[in-house]
């Protein structure tokens, strides 16, 4: 599915919009034992608590593709026989209305998602899409239907005890303390079946959910897609990308280079959101070793490159840009200081040797502050020229400055909105 099929979807979880009328599911304790079931008919309730379920459910097409949405991709021999698929089609072909296949989905969910102590609750639904045909305009003609795409969606939202609080009650017209209950918290995981590819169903996918990029429960996707390799997260992504580099360019993999390896990065994300294309941004090992080659890294090195990639992401991978760098974030840390810096202005910082030792050289013109403190340039002791030398112990490695620590993060352009 693309960013515009996704919000096509989006669009429909309002009250006056879906065609859900009702909303199944179970309260799960911390024991995985099922508390109580939901079934309920979304026109006998009150328009705020419909929002309510209706929000829940809409929040598993939110984020970004590749990184909170995740293709899940079923093998022919799948599609033709498999425990898994058969289910999830169980599900759709009887638009939920059949408690059985009801339960045996709750229980293959319960067996197979570890939370920690808390519970949960799980929500189904199942919607049908009138699609609407689209014109040349790129306008939908609300009258000119062209198929019926019929969805099953899916919502498991953590749930925990609000605790002990001073309440007011109002046939005692005074406070006294109690329990306002348990309540249900935003989506954590769920998933669409069938994808919605070329405005249409596409029982080959599924779309899954985490709210939470580092935390997928591979184990619930195992369960429920049976997915031939595991799945790394974004953070995950994030660090076998950093290995790789760390073990094909060994002791050239130098500030200059990762620097350049960061720009391009960042600026190919940058172009992705400017043209608006509805499509993941990808990029193969080949581009990522074009990127390496401009940066001067010989080709005994690229290939050691290509290499490294195929052993951690595995042959022909596509990977997502925004996984494998912090666009927002250029941070430089040694052992006694930290420098945070504009992605956009890094360019800025260069290493320097003096009387032998390494530095990284910060351009401090105007708009100096320490600690809130407006300060001259002029006035800053250890710098040597355009050298700024921070020489700091017992630095707080907190990414969130802490003054009383003493912690001295220079930002470049503070005044950036990535630094917000």
Aim: charged share 25%; proline share 5%.
């Amino acid at each position: 599915m693309n960013q515009k099929e996704v919000n096509e979807l989006r669009r429909r979880f309002r009250p006056d919009k879906n065609a859900i009328s009702r909303v199944y599911g179970c309260y799960v304790n911390s024991n995985h034992e099922i508390v109580s079931y939901l079934d309920t008919s979304l026109g006998l309730l009150p328009e705020e608590e419909t929002e309510m379920y209706l929000t829940r459910l809409k929040r598993v097409l939110s984020g970004g593709l590749g990184r909170n949405l995740i293709d899940m991709i079923f093998s022919t021999q799948q599609v033709m026989d498999s425990d898994e698929h058969r289910l999830l089609s169980a599900l759709r072909d009887s638009k939920l209305a059949d408690a059985e296949i009801r339960d045996e989905f709750y229980r293959k969910v319960i067996d197979n998602l570890e939370t920690g102590d808390d519970g949960y609750l799980i929500l189904l639904a199942c919607d049908c899409y009138d699609i609407p045909h689209r014109g040349k305009d790129g306008e939908n003609q609300m009258d000119n239907s062209d198929n019926v795409f019929i969805y099953i969606i899916c919502a498991i939202c953590p749930v925990k005890d609000s605790g002990m609080a001073l309440r007011y009650f109002t046939d005692q017209n005074e406070f006294h303390s109690g329990s306002a209950g348990l309540t249900v918290g935003n989506t954590a995981l769920g998933f669409l079946f069938p994808a919605f590819d070329n405005r249409s169903a596409n029982i080959y996918n599924a779309l899954y959910y985490a709210a939470k990029p580092a935390e997928i429960h591979q184990e619930l996707i195992d369960a429920l897609f049976k997915t031939d390799a595991p799945l790394l997260s974004p953070a995950e992504q994030r660090e076998a990308f950093h290995n790789v580099l760390s073990q094909s360019l060994d002791e050239i993999c130098d500030y200059d280079l990762l620097q350049t390896v960061h720009e391009q990065l960042r600026e190919r994300i940058e172009e992705h959101k400017e043209i608006q294309d509805p499509e993941p941004l990808g990029m193969t090992s080949g581009e990522l070793k074009e990127i390496l080659k401009s940066g001067g890294v010989s080709q005994e090195r690229l290939e050691a490159f290509t290499r490294a990639c195929d052993d951690h992401f595995g042959e022909n991978a596509v990977l997502n840009p925004a996984n494998l760098i912090d666009s927002k974030r250029f941070e430089i840390i040694t052992p006694d200081a930290r420098i945070l810096a504009d992605p956009a202005s890094s360019y800025m910082i260069e290493t320097r040797v003096i009387d032998g030792r390494n530095y990284f050289s910060i351009p401090a013109e105007h708009d100096i502050t320490i600690n809130g403190m407006p300060i001259h340039a002029g006035e800053i002791v250890t710098a040597r020229t355009s050298d700024l030398e921070i020489d700091i112990n017992n630095i707080n490695q907190d990414t969130t400055p802490d003054i009383n620590n003493q912690d001295i993060t220079p930002d470049i352009n503070p005044d950036h909105p990535d630094n917000e």
